[in-house]
């Protein structure tokens, strides 16, 4: 398996202007994760899914932030419109179903720069 | 209060020293605790895990929680600059986890 794929690896982009982040899982993981890291916060969970169905979203930040699963391998992290702040590398993490003695698979993340 | 509280540095330290790295958290229900090593522009791999109070070590590294304390460490003997990277915790139960912010180390050859 080629692990966890994002894309597109780097976004700039205006303010305003819609951003969709992408991710592929890797496959036969029950659980997807995104992540924003920052100097500032470091990594914060946004949003995660078992068996593409949304179990937490708290920690997306507001409305303009949106995720989906539509199926087991594909995800994506929608911003509309982007503000500066938003500014951030996005990651996606998956998970096998077994939770004990298992790792969190992190893709290489998706650098967004809101200008 | 942060979940995970984890000092940034940045920590420099010369080759073959013993490094330390902390953690403390405020959620007892916390069951696993990890750390993972993340290179410059990579995502987070996972080190070490651990889901009980004591040490365990692996190679170089040894990590170390107390539960009563709620304080976890990652100890890295004979440092190498191999070891530059920044070094996260994260602890959780079932499929949550939060991550500390990381500590930046380098390893001067």
């Known amino acids: 398996d080629a692990g966890v794929i994002q894309s597109p690896r780097h976004e700039v982009t205006e303010m305003g202007q819609e951003v969709t982040l992408r991710c592929k899982p890797i496959?036969?993981?029950?659980?997807l994760f995104w992540y924003r890291q920052t100097m500032m916060r470091g990594l914060e969970l946004l949003i995660y899914?078992?068996?593409?169905?949304?179990?937490?979203d708290s920690g997306m930040p507001e409305d303009r932030f949106s995720a989906k699963m539509p199926n087991a391998s594909f995800s994506t992290l929608k911003i509309q419109p982007s503000e500066p702040r938003d500014s951030a590398v996005y990651f996606c993490?998956?998970?096998?179903?077994?939770?004990?003695?298992?790792?969190?698979?992190f893709g290489q993340g998706t650098r967004l720069t809101v200008v | 209060q942060k979940e995970v509280e984890q000092d940034p540095g940045p920590l420099s330290v010369p080759e073959g020293a013993i490094v330390s790295l902390n953690c403390t958290y405020s959620?007892?229900?916390?069951?696993?605790f990890m750390w993972y090593r993340q290179y410059s522009r990579k995502g987070p791999e996972l080190l070490m895990y651990?889901?009980?109070?004591g040490n365990k070590e692996d190679g170089r590294f040894t990590a170390q929680v107390d539960k009563s304390s709620k304080y976890i460490s990652l100890f890295i003997r004979d440092s190498q600059p191999s070891d530059s990277a920044t070094y996260l915790c994260?602890?959780?139960?079932?499929?949550?986890?939060?991550f500390g912010t990381g500590t930046s180390l380098t390893v001067i050859p």
């Open positions: 496959s036969g993981h029950d659980y």
């Open positions: 651990t889901y009980s109070s």
């Open positions: 993490a998956s998970l096998p179903a077994r939770v004990f003695n298992t790792e969190a698979f």
């Open positions: 994260a602890m959780g139960w079932r499929e949550k986890f939060y």
């Open positions: 959620n007892s229900a916390f069951q696993y």
């Open positions: 899914f078992n068996n593409n169905v949304p179990i937490d």
